[in-house]
Protein backbone atom coordinates (compact mmCIF):
# COMPACT_ATOMS: atom_id res chain seq x y z
CA UNK A 1 0.00 0.00 0.00
CA UNK A 2 1.19 3.27 -0.79
CA UNK A 3 -0.09 7.05 0.37
CA UNK A 4 1.75 9.30 -2.01
CA UNK A 5 3.74 9.46 -5.53
CA UNK A 6 5.69 13.03 -5.75
CA UNK A 7 6.81 13.90 -9.05
CA UNK A 8 9.41 16.18 -9.30
CA UNK A 9 11.53 16.00 -6.09
CA UNK A 10 15.30 17.40 -5.77
CA UNK A 11 15.56 15.56 -2.28
CA UNK A 12 16.05 12.05 -1.16
CA UNK A 13 18.79 11.15 -3.58
CA UNK A 14 20.72 12.84 -6.65
CA UNK A 15 18.90 14.91 -9.45
CA UNK A 16 15.23 14.82 -10.35
CA UNK A 17 13.44 12.10 -8.36
CA UNK A 18 9.83 10.37 -8.17
CA UNK A 19 9.17 9.75 -4.81
CA UNK A 20 7.43 6.35 -3.93
CA UNK A 21 5.83 6.86 0.17
CA UNK A 22 4.85 3.32 0.99
CA UNK A 23 2.54 3.49 3.86
CA UNK A 24 2.85 1.40 7.00
CA UNK A 25 6.06 1.45 9.42
CA UNK A 26 6.98 -0.84 12.37
CA UNK A 27 8.14 2.33 14.35
CA UNK A 28 6.12 5.37 15.90
CA UNK A 29 8.18 7.73 16.90
CA UNK A 30 7.45 10.54 17.99
CA UNK A 31 8.18 13.55 15.23
CA UNK A 32 7.44 11.74 12.85
CA UNK A 33 6.56 14.35 10.05
CA UNK A 34 4.28 11.44 8.45
CA UNK A 35 2.21 9.87 11.09
CA UNK A 36 -0.57 8.90 8.36
CA UNK A 37 2.31 6.61 6.78
CA UNK A 38 2.92 4.68 9.83
CA UNK A 39 -0.40 2.07 9.76
CA UNK A 40 -0.40 -0.22 7.50
CA UNK A 41 -3.63 0.41 6.95
CA UNK A 42 -6.18 2.73 5.20
CA UNK A 43 -6.34 6.11 7.84
CA UNK A 44 -9.07 8.43 7.58
CA UNK A 45 -7.61 12.09 8.20
CA UNK A 46 -10.54 15.03 8.67
CA UNK A 47 -10.11 18.54 8.99
CA UNK A 48 -13.44 20.06 10.53
CA UNK A 49 -12.43 23.19 9.02
CA UNK A 50 -13.58 22.36 5.83
CA UNK A 51 -16.36 20.68 6.24
CA UNK A 52 -19.77 21.58 5.01
CA UNK A 53 -22.12 18.72 6.07
CA UNK A 54 -22.96 17.30 2.82
CA UNK A 55 -23.37 14.32 4.10
CA UNK A 56 -21.73 11.73 1.80
CA UNK A 57 -19.55 10.27 4.35
CA UNK A 58 -22.66 9.14 6.82
CA UNK A 59 -24.14 8.00 3.60
CA UNK A 60 -21.39 5.61 2.69
CA UNK A 61 -22.92 3.55 5.66
CA UNK A 62 -19.25 2.50 6.66
CA UNK A 63 -19.94 2.91 10.41
CA UNK A 64 -18.14 5.12 12.90
CA UNK A 65 -19.36 8.72 11.51
CA UNK A 66 -22.40 10.28 12.85
CA UNK A 67 -23.79 14.33 12.61
CA UNK A 68 -23.45 16.07 16.10
CA UNK A 69 -24.58 19.21 17.23
CA UNK A 70 -20.80 20.56 16.61
CA UNK A 71 -20.07 18.51 13.22
CA UNK A 72 -19.06 15.24 12.89
CA UNK A 73 -18.49 12.60 14.96
CA UNK A 74 -15.89 10.17 13.74
CA UNK A 75 -14.97 7.25 15.84
CA UNK A 76 -12.23 5.46 14.01
CA UNK A 77 -12.30 2.28 15.46
CA UNK A 78 -15.99 2.00 14.46
CA UNK A 79 -15.25 2.23 10.37
CA UNK A 80 -16.07 -1.10 8.20
CA UNK A 81 -14.31 0.10 5.44
CA UNK A 82 -12.90 3.13 5.22
CA UNK A 83 -11.48 2.58 1.80
CA UNK A 84 -15.13 3.18 0.62
CA UNK A 85 -14.66 6.88 1.83
CA UNK A 86 -12.08 7.44 -0.48
CA UNK A 87 -13.11 10.54 -2.69
CA UNK A 88 -16.68 10.50 -1.09
CA UNK A 89 -16.39 14.18 0.56
CA UNK A 90 -16.38 17.70 -1.91
CA UNK A 91 -15.10 19.47 0.37
CA UNK A 92 -12.40 17.59 1.03
CA UNK A 93 -13.07 17.45 4.79
CA UNK A 94 -12.47 13.58 4.65
CA UNK A 95 -9.63 12.23 2.97
CA UNK A 96 -8.59 8.43 3.29
CA UNK A 97 -4.38 7.97 3.07
CA UNK A 98 -3.38 4.79 1.22
CA UNK A 99 -4.01 3.13 -2.19
CA UNK A 100 -3.55 -0.86 -2.90
CA UNK A 101 -1.59 0.28 -6.40
CA UNK A 102 0.23 -2.34 -8.58
CA UNK A 103 3.88 -2.71 -9.65
CA UNK A 104 2.46 -2.23 -12.97
CA UNK A 105 0.61 1.14 -12.00
CA UNK A 106 3.08 2.25 -10.16
CA UNK A 107 5.97 1.84 -13.11
CA UNK A 108 3.51 3.60 -15.22
CA UNK A 109 3.83 6.54 -13.46
CA UNK A 110 7.62 6.32 -12.83
CA UNK A 111 8.01 6.19 -16.83
CA UNK A 112 6.05 9.47 -17.40
CA UNK A 113 9.19 11.04 -15.83
CA UNK A 114 11.86 8.73 -17.35
CA UNK A 115 13.11 11.96 -19.90
CA UNK A 116 14.04 14.18 -16.47
CA UNK A 117 16.00 10.77 -14.72
CA UNK A 118 18.26 10.74 -17.88
CA UNK A 119 18.98 14.74 -17.74
CA UNK A 120 19.57 15.21 -14.27
CA UNK A 121 20.61 11.72 -12.94
CA UNK A 122 18.01 10.95 -10.65
CA UNK A 123 15.68 8.34 -10.78
CA UNK A 124 13.50 7.05 -7.85
CA UNK A 125 13.61 6.91 -4.39
CA UNK A 126 11.34 4.28 -2.06
CA UNK A 127 10.38 6.02 0.99
CA UNK A 128 7.38 5.76 3.97
CA UNK A 129 6.57 4.76 6.07
CA UNK A 130 8.80 1.91 5.85
CA UNK A 131 9.36 0.54 2.66
CA UNK A 132 11.80 -2.32 3.63
CA UNK A 133 8.45 -3.52 5.47
CA UNK A 134 6.06 -3.98 2.22
CA UNK A 135 7.21 -7.54 1.39
CA UNK A 136 7.03 -9.04 -2.46
CA UNK A 137 5.71 -6.55 -4.11
CA UNK A 138 8.54 -3.92 -3.07
CA UNK A 139 11.28 -6.60 -4.66
CA UNK A 140 9.12 -6.79 -7.51
CA UNK A 141 9.55 -3.44 -8.41
CA UNK A 142 12.90 -3.13 -7.24
CA UNK A 143 13.57 -5.80 -10.04
CA UNK A 144 11.53 -3.72 -12.68
CA UNK A 145 13.63 -0.65 -11.88
CA UNK A 146 16.64 -2.69 -12.13
CA UNK A 147 15.47 -4.05 -15.77
CA UNK A 148 14.52 -1.02 -17.12
CA UNK A 149 17.90 0.60 -15.80
CA UNK A 150 16.51 3.83 -13.63
CA UNK A 151 18.69 4.44 -10.24
CA UNK A 152 16.88 3.73 -6.73
CA UNK A 153 17.40 5.05 -3.63
CA UNK A 154 15.96 3.37 -0.63
CA UNK A 155 15.37 5.60 2.18
CA UNK A 156 14.81 3.30 5.55
CA UNK A 157 15.13 2.94 9.27
CA UNK A 158 16.39 -0.83 9.12
CA UNK A 159 14.14 -1.68 11.48
CA UNK A 160 12.60 -4.67 10.09
CA UNK A 161 14.23 -8.44 9.53
CA UNK A 162 17.78 -8.70 7.97
CA UNK A 163 15.98 -11.11 5.22
CA UNK A 164 14.12 -8.44 4.17
CA UNK A 165 17.02 -6.32 3.55
CA UNK A 166 19.54 -9.02 2.09
CA UNK A 167 16.69 -9.18 -0.84
CA UNK A 168 17.30 -5.94 -1.70
CA UNK A 169 20.99 -5.69 -2.03
CA UNK A 170 22.78 -5.08 -5.34
CA UNK A 171 19.23 -3.73 -6.48
CA UNK A 172 19.79 0.12 -5.46
CA UNK A 173 22.32 2.56 -5.51
CA UNK A 174 21.53 4.32 -2.12
CA UNK A 175 20.74 3.60 1.53
CA UNK A 176 19.60 6.51 3.48
CA UNK A 177 19.65 4.84 6.94
CA UNK A 178 18.07 6.93 9.69
CA UNK A 179 19.91 6.61 12.68
CA UNK A 180 18.45 8.48 15.62
CA UNK A 181 20.15 7.34 18.72
CA UNK A 182 22.65 5.14 19.94
CA UNK A 183 21.13 4.50 23.52
CA UNK A 184 18.72 1.83 23.84
CA UNK A 185 16.10 2.98 26.30
CA UNK A 186 15.84 6.58 24.47
CA UNK A 187 15.11 5.01 21.30
CA UNK A 188 12.61 2.87 23.33
CA UNK A 189 11.06 5.36 24.46
CA UNK A 190 10.85 8.13 21.40
CA UNK A 191 10.11 5.07 18.62
CA UNK A 192 8.52 1.75 20.15
CA UNK A 193 11.73 0.08 18.62
CA UNK A 194 14.07 -2.17 19.57
CA UNK A 195 17.72 -0.31 18.32
CA UNK A 196 20.07 -3.47 18.39
CA UNK A 197 17.62 -4.57 15.65
CA UNK A 198 18.61 -1.19 13.48
CA UNK A 199 22.49 -1.42 14.23
CA UNK A 200 23.03 -5.18 13.77
CA UNK A 201 21.60 -4.53 10.31
CA UNK A 202 23.02 -1.41 9.69
CA UNK A 203 26.64 -3.10 10.70
CA UNK A 204 25.81 -6.05 7.77
CA UNK A 205 24.86 -3.69 5.15
CA UNK A 206 28.09 -1.66 5.45
CA UNK A 207 29.52 -5.14 5.45
CA UNK A 208 27.83 -5.80 2.24
CA UNK A 209 29.60 -2.99 0.62
CA UNK A 210 26.81 -1.08 -0.11
CA UNK A 211 26.81 2.75 -0.32
CA UNK A 212 24.99 4.17 2.83
CA UNK A 213 24.76 7.59 4.13
CA UNK A 214 23.12 8.35 7.37
CA UNK A 215 20.60 10.29 8.09
CA UNK A 216 20.32 11.89 11.42
CA UNK A 217 16.90 12.94 12.55
CA UNK A 218 17.88 16.09 15.20
CA UNK A 219 14.49 16.45 17.87
CA UNK A 220 14.69 18.46 20.93
CA UNK A 221 14.76 16.48 24.01
CA UNK A 222 15.51 13.46 22.32
CA UNK A 223 19.05 13.59 20.82
CA UNK A 224 19.88 17.31 20.44
CA UNK A 225 22.91 17.68 22.78
CA UNK A 226 26.39 17.15 21.58
CA UNK A 227 27.27 14.19 23.73
CA UNK A 228 24.88 12.29 22.02
CA UNK A 229 25.17 13.27 18.86
CA UNK A 230 28.51 12.84 19.16
CA UNK A 231 28.03 9.39 20.71
CA UNK A 232 25.76 8.51 17.01
CA UNK A 233 29.18 9.74 15.16
CA UNK A 234 31.52 8.06 16.73
CA UNK A 235 29.40 5.09 15.78
CA UNK A 236 28.64 6.02 12.16
CA UNK A 237 32.56 6.74 11.50
CA UNK A 238 33.58 2.91 13.10
CA UNK A 239 31.09 1.42 10.07
CA UNK A 240 33.06 0.03 6.88
CA UNK A 241 32.78 2.05 3.96
CA UNK A 242 30.09 4.69 5.29
CA UNK A 243 31.72 8.05 4.68
CA UNK A 244 28.72 10.52 5.12
CA UNK A 245 26.58 11.73 7.63
CA UNK A 246 22.94 14.31 7.13
CA UNK A 247 21.60 16.09 10.24
CA UNK A 248 18.04 16.90 9.77
CA UNK A 249 16.46 19.64 11.92
CA UNK A 250 13.08 19.02 13.93
CA UNK A 251 10.05 21.30 12.28
CA UNK A 252 6.50 21.67 12.76
CA UNK A 253 5.55 21.19 8.94
CA UNK A 254 3.72 18.23 10.03
CA UNK A 255 1.49 18.47 12.72
CA UNK A 256 -1.63 19.45 12.06
CA UNK A 257 -1.69 15.79 10.77
CA UNK A 258 -1.95 14.48 14.22
CA UNK A 259 -5.35 16.64 14.83
CA UNK A 260 -6.64 15.42 11.21
CA UNK A 261 -6.08 11.64 12.13
CA UNK A 262 -7.41 11.95 15.83
CA UNK A 263 -3.78 11.14 17.52
CA UNK A 264 -2.39 13.01 20.30
CA UNK A 265 1.11 15.01 19.18
CA UNK A 266 3.59 14.25 22.26
CA UNK A 267 5.77 16.46 21.60
CA UNK A 268 3.66 19.80 21.48
CA UNK A 269 5.21 22.92 22.11
CA UNK A 270 8.69 22.22 20.75
CA UNK A 271 10.16 24.87 18.69
CA UNK A 272 11.57 23.62 15.38
CA UNK A 273 15.54 23.66 15.23
CA UNK A 274 17.55 25.98 12.91
CA UNK A 275 20.63 24.74 10.22
CA UNK A 276 22.99 27.25 11.96
CA UNK A 277 22.26 25.29 15.33
CA UNK A 278 23.79 22.22 14.03
CA UNK A 279 26.98 23.38 12.99
CA UNK A 280 29.17 21.84 15.94
CA UNK A 281 27.51 18.59 15.07
CA UNK A 282 29.14 18.91 10.98
CA UNK A 283 32.17 20.15 12.62
CA UNK A 284 32.35 16.99 14.86
CA UNK A 285 31.61 14.72 12.08
CA UNK A 286 34.03 16.22 9.78
CA UNK A 287 36.59 16.26 12.39
CA UNK A 288 36.00 12.34 12.42
CA UNK A 289 36.55 12.59 8.62
CA UNK A 290 33.02 11.67 7.92
CA UNK A 291 31.38 14.24 5.38
CA UNK A 292 28.66 16.04 7.03
CA UNK A 293 25.84 18.87 6.38
CA UNK A 294 22.38 19.69 7.41
CA UNK A 295 19.18 18.92 5.28
CA UNK A 296 18.80 15.60 3.27
Given at each position: MIFNIQRYSTHDGHGIRTIIFYKGC???????CNPESQSFDYSLMFDPRLCKDFGEC????????????????????????????????????????????????????????RPFYKTSGGGVTLSGGEPLAQ????????????????????????????SQIESCLGLASLFLVDLKHTDKDKF????????????????????????????????????????????IVDFVSSLPGV????????HTLGNQKYNMLGIEYLLE????????????????????????????
Open positions: PLSCRWCVATEVGGITPGANGLIIDRSALLHPGKLTNVCPSRAITISGENRSVSYILEQVEKDGDDMIQLLRELRKREIDVVIETSLHVPWCDYTGGDLKIVTDNLGRLAAAGERIIIRVPVVPGFNHTYEEIKANEIHFLPYGLNRIENTELTGYVNYAESMGLSAKTGG
